[in-house]
T-cell receptor, first 113, second 113 residues
């Protein structure tokens, strides 16, 4: 069965700290890995990673995929209270051409002032 | 200008009732999804439709029936509601071929009492 595991499951930091979120996956016919940020309601898309070793950046957030290690990390530098959220990692296997995101349980980040 | 909209946002109902949740997207996407997020925040896919055709049907009770009248709409009907159905249900949409970035609706919090 396809599986995505995130660690840690929760983290409390102070503003200005740098955090690294980990995601590992075991999926058949892996295609891409996606990161989402979920605040109060809907998950919002952050990154999609398909190629190994190529970092994607958006402001203070960056992410990279390691297909050898079947994992990805999401880095957040100079954290702010607005970064407090649940961060979801999802793997996208190719399954007969259909799209089926397999989500991890999420990592709850709390940034204290 | 809402991209993926679900109604209602909150739904409180008694066990045994039948209820529907509606979803509409104005993004021109051809694939739509229903996800269930349980009390532990674990997001799991239930169904996926591409151009009104069911392409993913996970192991959910057959009390749950999706209906896609056109590719911009995917409704979820639930018969004989049970306490364990209480969760947040998210609708999402994406381009089938071009991208795996799923856009999520704001969720419907269903509480069965």
């Amino acid at each position: 069965e396809d599986k995505v595991v995130q660690s840690p499951l929760s983290l409390v930091v102070h503003e200005g700290d740098t955090v690294t979120l980990n995601c590992s996956y075991e999926v058949t016919n892996f295609r891409s890995l996606l990161w989402y940020k979920q605040e109060k309601k809907a998950p919002t898309f952050l990154f999609m990673l398909t190629s190994s070793g190529i970092e994607k950046k958006s402001g203070r957030l960056s992410s990279i995929l390691d297909k050898k290690e079947l994992s990805s990390i999401l880095n957040i530098t100079a954290t702010q209270t607005g970064d407090s959220a649940i961060y979801l990692c999802a793997a996208l296997p190719t399954q007969g051409g259909s799209e089926k995101l397999v989500f991890g349980k999420g990592m709850k980040l709390t940034v204290n002032p | 200008d809402t991209a993926v909209s679900q109604t209602p946002k909150y739904l409180v109902t008694q066990m045994g009732n039948d209820k529907s949740i509606k979803c509409e997207q104005n993004l021109g996407h051809d694939t739509m999804y229903w996800y269930k997020q349980d009390s532990k925040k674990f997001l799991k896919i239930m169904f996926s439709y591409n151009n009104k055709e069911l392409i993913i049907n996970e192991t959910v009770p057959n009390r749950f029936s999706p209906k896609s009248p056109d590719k911009a709409h995917l409704n979820l009907h639930i018969n004989s509601l049970e306490l364990g159905d209480s969760a947040v249900y998210f609708c999402a949409s994406s381009h089938y071929v071009r991208t795996s970035e799923a856009f999520f609706g704001q969720g419907t919090r269903l509480t069965v009492v």
